[in-house]
């Protein structure tokens, strides 16, 4: 007497061992049904693999019955293949972006209205009641009035910008400070760039500085002497802090700020780029601080002789 588990997987039924034309018959069905021979022997009642390896073998008419079932089922695969494929090929190709073609005043005021409010052209281009990225930057080529628009459009979006970094700065946590240092830094490198007259700090800086020399030079008039034209030569400058915490000025402006380099870093100052990547311009010999001196002297005796 054997001991015979139905729960077990692959455990044959007592008799299934043995071959018979409606047990063969039947895994030949199974297998046109688009079942494997491996699947079939797992579950309980059903020979194992190996009993029906041995069918094949000792039964020819069942093995070509197992063939042509194996041989049908992978057709019956290929053809299912070729009708799915034909099916995507004849669908429509996606759309990379909006549906909208043809450029309409309200359809171009609707964009930069969005645009004044923060949002990308690329965000944009991915609404689909807009038009895609590609074709807005061909309406701003082809349609002056959108191209006004567009260019006052991404002055204003720099405005939204620089507001939108305080804001943030100001919500930033303890835990999310590394995140948003980097959503600030990025923020606030587009609005300089939208708007570099008013949020680009280099630009900002030599324009004031531009505005005070020639208000300075025009009081002047012809105090100087000279009476010509004015070379008025612009030198950058950013402040650092040093490690004993000492605010140095990059480059240094005069020996007193040169030796503060020597005194809070040990080493004089050198020009290149700094530790967190900040420029440092090549810094002046002491006889082109003692002619900037000597001028500046000059400038202002001549302002008080005009006063």
Excluded at 41 to 58: K, S, Y
Excluded at 255 to 275: D, L
Excluded at 284 to 304: C, I, M, S
Aim: include cysteine; aromatic fraction near 6%.
């Amino acid at each position: 007497m054997t001991d015979w588990d139905p729960a077990r997987p692959g455990a044959a039924a007592p008799g299934v061992s043995v071959y018979s034309e409606a047990a063969g018959a039947a895994i030949v069905g199974r297998v046109l049904a688009g079942e494997s021979v491996r699947r079939i022997c797992t579950e309980p009642g059903q020979p194992h693999r190996t009993t029906v390896a041995n069918w094949r073998r000792a039964h020819p008419e069942f093995d070509e019955a197992l063939i042509a079932a194996h041989m049908a089922k992978r057709v019956s695969q290929r053809m299912r293949d070729r009708a799915a494929a034909a099916e995507r090929a004849a669908r429509p190709a996606p759309r990379r972006g909006g549906s909208a073609s043809s450029y309409t005043p309200a359809l171009g005021a609707a964009i930069c209205a969005r645009l004044e409010n923060g949002e990308s052209l690329t965000a944009i281009g991915r609404d689909p009641a807009m038009p895609c990225y590609g074709t807005m930057l061909k309406w701003v080529r082809r349609h002056p009035e959108f191209q006004e628009m567009y260019v006052e459009a991404r002055d204003i979006q720099g405005d939204f910008l620089f507001d939108e970094a305080r804001d943030v700065a100001k919500d930033a946590t303890r835990e999310t400070v590394p995140l948003a240092r980097l959503q600030f830094d990025v923020i606030r490198w587009q609005s300089a760039r939208l708007a570099p007259k008013k949020y680009l700090e280099r630009l900002v800086a030599a324009e004031a500085t531009a505005a005070r020399v020639a208000a300075r030079d025009e009081a002047q008039g012809d105090a100087l002497g000279d009476g010509g034209p004015v070379e008025v030569v612009f030198h950058a400058v950013h402040f650092e802090a040093g490690p004993d915490r000492r605010v140095l000025c990059a480059p240094p402006r005069n020996a007193h700020e040169a030796q503060a380099w020597v005194e809070s870093t040990g080493r004089p100052y050198e020009s290149g780029v700094g530790p967190k990547g900040q420029i440092r311009p090549p810094m002046q010999t002491p006889e082109g601080w003692a002619r900037a001196d000597a001028h500046r002297r000059r400038v202002e005796a001549a302002w008080t002789r005009r006063r």
